[in-house]
């Protein structure tokens, strides 16, 4: 008889620390608070299933080459654990260090991302730039002409970049957690909180209140849902993000390339299917489908660069929804209410970051203040005006 990687759970009364929200994020949050400071009556609550949200939404790649102290701190911090998590929890995630290519098209593009390579290497990062015949060794299906609409004119490489099985990522964590104590409880929505003045005293649910003494937010876009009913209005706007597999096609490419100028970045799964993500719509809903627009000029981008793939049939489209600050970096740490916290707005560097955000939430939420690597990235910037600005660095956060 096979046995569960995590046991369901009725929720009780009351704990310690309620998360909201089982996807990566608040997996991992849960996982650290009992592994590293062991505080294990913990419960997460999820409204639908668990990793049924974003963590299943997403294109799996992980990096940590970005350009401002403040992003390549936290990034790295994640990659880091990326390198021994499947040792760390006893379970394969599928993380492949195959590398990650980031394409310069245009002299702009070019600049920035010698000056990236630079910034890295000043922060510790593995970083390189490569030519255009460089690129075309790493990836022999790419079209490097120079009369092509977008040129590739070279690239950054970050070697130990890679990607994960985003599912395998989820079970791991959720399977560590449960080990440790925690309870994981599906199909309980959060629907707003209690308190008594300006202290949180715990969440009413679709299945009932539960008093808590600490309640952690790790819902991404429905984070300011939950904290409107608080009258506490996030920074933070939701949005469809795209992606889609082809059918199963023999190994063409054995690394990540992203192209921020025309929001293309490809990888091919294990199985063979090639993994292509797009830009965000650029409405604010919810929704899980995006506009067949993204798509179409998703797809013409990519064979352009790579004309093999005009053989490829596409299999399947889907969206996730991204929440995205004023900024494009997350909001982590306390609030104007005690013992409640917020891990939200990481945009489209949510599952790259998923053990390091965890780990750096766990530990702000058992000490009741900033981890050192989420000082910058309180709620209070955007009174302060300190922004950690990657939307201005690199034009997209992917």
Request: with cysteine.
């Amino acid at each position: 008889m096979t046995t569960p990687l995590w046991r369901s759970r009725e929720p009780k009364s009351s704990y310690d620390v309620i998360v909201v929200g089982a996807g990566g994020h608040g997996l991992a949050t849960a996982y650290y608070l009992a592994r590293e400071h062991g505080i294990t009556d913990v419960a997460v609550l999820e409204r639908g299933w668990l990793a049924g949200g974003n963590m299943a939404r997403n294109t799996t790649i992980i990096r940590s080459n970005y350009l401002w102290g403040a992003s390549a701190g936290i990034y790295e911090h994640a990659l880091r654990l990326w390198e021994g998590l499947e040792e760390d929890l006893g379970q394969s995630v599928l993380f492949s260090q195959r590398g990650v290519l980031n394409l310069a098209h245009t002299t702009h593009d070019e600049r920035e991302s010698v000056r990236r390579v630079n910034a890295n290497r000043l922060n510790g990062i593995d970083a390189e730039w490569l030519t255009p015949e460089e690129v075309k060794k790493l990836v022999p299906i790419i079209d490097i002409s120079p009369e092509l609409r977008y040129p590739v004119l070279g690239a950054t490489f970050q070697p130990r970049a890679g990607v994960a099985k985003h599912d395998y990522v989820a079970w791991a964590l959720a399977s560590g957690a449960d080990r440790l104590g925690v309870h994981l409880v599906e199909n309980c929505e959060v629907t707003g909180f209690t308190r008594n003045g300006d202290t949180i005293t715990g969440v009413e649910t679709t299945r009932g209140p539960i008093s808590a003494g600490r309640v952690a937010l790790s819902a991404a876009g429905h984070t300011s849902v939950l904290t409107e009913t608080l009258g506490l209005r996030l920074p933070v706007q939701s949005h469809p993000l795209q992606a889609l597999v082809s059918e199963v096609m023999e190994p063409v490419i054995d690394t990540v390339v992203m192209s921020n100028t025309v929001h293309v970045y490809v990888h091919q799964a294990d199985k063979g299917e090639l993994v292509l993500g797009a830009g965000i719509d650029a409405y604010n809903g919810y929704s899980q489908r995006g506009s067949p627009a993204t798509i179409e000029n998703q797809v013409a981008a990519a064979v352009a660069l790579y004309p093999v793939f005009g053989h490829a049939h596409t299999l399947r489209t889907w969206g996730g929804v991204v929440d995205v600050s004023p900024d494009a970096s997350p909001i982590i740490g306390l609030t104007p209410f005690n013992g409640l916290y917020l891990n939200c707005g990481w945009g489209t560097g949510g599952f790259k970051a998923t053990p390091g955000a965890g780990h750096v939430f766990a530990d702000t939420i058992a000490n009741d203040r900033p981890h050192p690597l989420a000082e910058p990235y309180s709620l209070d910037r955007f009174r302060t005006g300190a922004l950690v600005d990657e939307h201005g660095a690199a034009a997209v956060a992917h």
